[in-house]
């Protein structure tokens, strides 16, 4: 509908535009006509051709969670269908165990946002190699059968902008000595701290970029595809939802 009107405005300024060559000549009105046409069709174009170029980035994202999935999914049927494994001693990164399967680290670059170097734990500026987050389920040599519902069960998001961890932890710190704690339901709940005594931070919900595209982002899941969902459905009742479909805590170095 847009682009028909478009296409209307734009055969009308060009009928102008012949009628004042043929005359060699132009009035005022004719000049004001064609410059508040091009007006018009820039106002309708501009928004269209935004739109569409925010919907080749999804598109490109959604590819990347895509290859992701699929390399998460081939290294756990090379190692006894176990999940990668992370030593944080080592400073090691979850995706370089899928380089190997994805061989262009690209990857995982994603196009939802303009990156920037963000403040690590010593307060020093980096830049993170990933834009993507690994949900830290899986980061730790996790048998890939033990999930009830794979297909339901998020792996992988985009990390927050401003974040430099590259996992979040979706359950409450009690649930990992009282697996049965009410605190499941709580979302402000879900903290944690990188030593005793430093400061609680959300290990969930901040350091994920929740809404890139439309009120929601790309997630790639342990049956190894990917998909859009809004952020309101992946944290449907019971919490916290398509993010720890089984409520399971960290496995524990």
């Known amino acids: 509908m847009i682009l028909a009107i478009a296409l209307q405005l734009a055969q009308k300024c060009s009928m102008i535009l012949i009628a004042m060559k043929l005359r060699q000549a132009f009035t005022l009105i004719e000049l004001l006509v064609v410059i508040a046409i091009i007006a018009i069709l820039a106002a309708i174009l501009f928004p269209v051709f935004a739109k569409a170029k925010q919907a080749a980035k999804k598109t490109a994202d959604l590819s990347n969670f895509k290859q ?3 390399a998460f999914y081939i290294y756990a049927s090379d190692n006894d ?4 494994v992370v030593a944080h001693d080592q400073e090691d990164r979850w995706f370089e165990s899928l380089y190997p399967y994805v061989k262009n680290r690209e990857v995982f670059r994603s196009p ?3 990156r920037k170097d963000v403040r690590d734990h010593e307060n020093n500026l980096v830049s993170p190699e990933s834009d993507y987050s690994i949900n830290g ?7 890939l059968t033990e999930s009830s519902r794979p297909a339901e069960q ?3 998001a985009i990390r927050g902008i401003d974040e430099f961890d590259v996992d979040y932890h979706p359950w409450p710190e009690s649930a990992t000595t009282n697996p049965g704690t009410t605190d499941w339901d709580d979302l402000a709940l879900y903290v944690g701290s990188e030593a005793p005594g430093e400061p609680v931070e959300d290990w969930f919900r901040e350091r994920l970029e929740m809404t890139p595209w439309d009120n929601g982002s790309n997630y790639a899941f342990l049956d190894g595809h990917a998909k859009f969902m809004r952020w309101t459905q992946t944290i449907q009742a019971p919490l916290p939802g398509y993010h720890n479909v089984d409520r399971f805590t960290e496995i524990l170095d």
């Open 68 to 70: 992701m999935a699929t």
């Open 154 to 156: 998020i792996v992988i």
């Open 137 to 143: 389920l899986f980061s730790h040599g996790r048998s």
């Open 112 to 114: 939802a946002y303009q």
């Open 81 to 84: 269908d176990r999940s990668i």
